[in-house]
């Protein structure tokens, strides 16, 4: 996972491999495990402020990342000159983690995970102008319609018993959603510089104690009670956000960025299914036509992958 080395006058390229059939299958189980962390995201709520359980989860993953490194012999220095891009990548990290949080607790965490699927599309706009070969295609423009029809169908559902209409916490999963997919393209654009390990730890040691001050102010009681699920539900985050981080990053800086992102359908299909099991969240029809029009929507987008083009060297 050890960045490529660089000499005067040479920069490293950005990898755009396509997924390998054992890196695909690591994907998939990856996207069933963060397809989960909405429900324990949720479950913790219950005993544990919504900033502060933030705070938690990135404070004990950055401690996890760094003994996992230690062990292993990653070193987790970087040179003073590469500090500027992880800094601005940790900024983007604490908005977006911050509002997803903010809106998961004002929403039912299965439509939280149907709009917070909505990335991969604004990952093809974005792709399209900064990640060459990522162009948009009419294959793509028809998943990005199927895609926006299904959270059409989440966000405009008509009110019954206290469920569907547009929610505030909707709205803040949707932006949450957009710097998700601002993030992906910059941790592409510099993870030739990088390791796996930088890209997870540097932006979680930078945000966990923002988390907590701000739980502090806002949260009207950091830490309300303390059960066996919602302890549980705490240290699964702690999982999600410590190797499946590294693990995720390790793909988006090796495999295609588009084609990686094909797999996040299945994190809808996973939370929207737990939400009803494990919550006893509804899960109307309107939810289930949502969840099949997105599924669809990442399919058909990238259905065909790209025709490789000529290496690319970012610049820092």
């Not at 993030?183 to 979680?204: G, Q």
């Not at 009207?220 to 066996?228: A, F, K, P, S, T």
Request: charged share 10%; glycine share 10%.
């Amino acid at each position: 996972m050890t960045p490529k080395t660089t000499s005067p006058g040479f920069d490293p390229e950005i990898e755009n491999r396509r997924l390998s059939p054992g890196m695909l299958l690591f994907g998939v189980l990856l996207c069933v495990v963060f397809g989960a962390n909405a429900i324990a995201i949720k479950v913790s709520l219950q005993g544990v402020g919504p900033l502060t359980a933030a705070g938690l989860r990135f404070g004990l993953a950055s401690l996890a990342i760094g003994l996992w490194a230690h062990t292993t012999g990653e070193p987790l220095r970087v040179p003073p000159n590469r500090t500027r891009a992880l800094l601005i990548l940790s900024a983007i990290f604490v908005v977006q983690l911050g509002l997803f949080y903010l809106g998961l607790n004002l929403t039912y965490a299965s439509r939280a995970i149907l709009v917070s699927n909505l990335m991969p599309f604004m990952l093809l706009i974005l792709a399209h102008y900064f990640i060459p070969g990522d162009r948009i295609t009419g294959r793509k423009v028809v998943g990005m319609v199927l895609g926006f029809s299904g959270l059409l169908f989440v966000v405009l559902e008509k009110p019954t018993s206290g469920v569907g209409g547009l929610r505030a916490g909707d709205l803040l999963v949707l932006v949450s959603a957009i710097l998700w997919a601002v993030s992906a393209v910059f941790i592409k654009r510099i993870s030739p510089y990088y390791t796996s390990y930088h890209l997870s730890v540097y932006p979680m040691v930078f945000s966990f104690p923002l988390f907590l001050l701000a739980g502090f102010f806002s949260d009207g009681g950091m830490v309300r009670h303390l059960d066996v699920p919602v302890v549980a539900a705490l240290f699964y985050q702690v999982f999600t956000a410590s190797f499946g981080s590294v693990g995720w990053n390790h793909l988006l800086k090796n495999y295609g960025a588009t084609s990686l992102h094909t797999l996040v359908f299945i994190m809808p299909v996973v939370g929207v299914l737990l939400g009803g099991i494990v919550l006893g969240e509804p899960i109307t029809r309107h939810i289930f036509l949502s969840m099949v029009l997105v599924a669809a929507g990442i399919l058909i987008a990238n259905l065909r992958h790209p025709t490789p083009t000529a290496p690319f060297r970012p610049q820092l």
